[in-house]
């Protein structure tokens, strides 16, 4: 999972993102807007956004970075935004653990 | 046909039977209740366990078996998951309540549905409230 919605952390972020690239709207009034047109603004999010990071950092494959540095960088990255399993569904949980173990070989 | 669903755009669905129509919109507040229901009730199992003074390893059983260990989920799954069903049969109802103004039980015999009628009734509701194709992410 990319983006939760039901996480307060990744909803604020958008709503921030929202605000910032479209217009500044009250977060009741964010909260009203129409979930297709929503999640086509979301999937063409500049990089410039720090929501964009965040959403990389659940999906980039950290092995696959050659530099040090940037792998270490992308690691905390992932650590810090993190969706809580509290959220996920047991399929989601355990599509997750076979991606980690799969990274791990 | 007591009742119809009526695809009016991506994001609403008409509710019409008698001389009645509701409409179900699907906003960016109805994906964040959906997508909390996982987290609602585990917390709410996890409160009435600690009301109950026991811990999740309490339900999980443990036994050793030629040098291996066995680990059983099965009840505190089952008790997941039927916390998971009532959250989401809360959360319906309350959807129910804002939409049309009643529950999901006082809509049915509104409309006038048999028991059989009532079930493939609650799984297109279920659909015209989730989407068909909302956006539960891409694994």
């Known amino acids: ?105 | 046909m007591k009742y119809q669903f009526i695809q009016k755009d991506e994001d609403t669905t008409i509710l019409k039977y008698q001389d009645k129509e509701y409409e179900i919109k699907r906003d960016v507040e109805l994906v964040s209740k959906l997508q909390s229901v996982n987290k609602d009730a585990r917390l709410s199992l996890y409160a009435d366990l600690v009301k109950k003074g026991i811990s999740k390893d309490n339900l999980v059983i443990t036994t050793k078996k030629d040098g291996k260990t066995y680990v059983d989920n099965s009840y505190l799954d089952e008790l997941e998951k039927q916390y998971i069903r009532d959250e989401q049969y809360n959360l319906f109802n309350e959807l129910c309540r804002n939409y049309f103004n009643m529950s999901m039980e006082e809509l049915v015999i509104d409309i006038g549905l048999n028991p059989d009628e009532s079930q493939k009734f609650g799984t297109e509701l279920g659909e015209a409230i989730s989407g068909k194709g909302t956006p539960r992410e891409k694994k």
């Open chain 1, 1 to 105: 999972m990319t983006f939760c919605f039901g996480y307060p952390s990744d909803l604020h972020q958008a709503y921030a993102f929202y605000c910032a690239r479209y217009q500044n709207i009250t977060y009741k009034e964010f909260l009203k807007l129409r979930i297709t047109e929503f999640m086509y603004k979301l999937s063409s999010i500049p990089e410039s956004e720090p929501l964009y990071n965040i959403m990389k950092s659940r999906i980039i494959n950290v092995n696959d970075i050659k530099n040090k540095d940037e792998r270490k960088h992308w690691r905390k990255l992932q650590r810090d935004n993190k969706i809580p399993d509290i959220y996920l569904s047991k399929e989601e949980i355990m599509w997750e653990l076979s991606k980690k173990v799969k990274e791990k070989l």
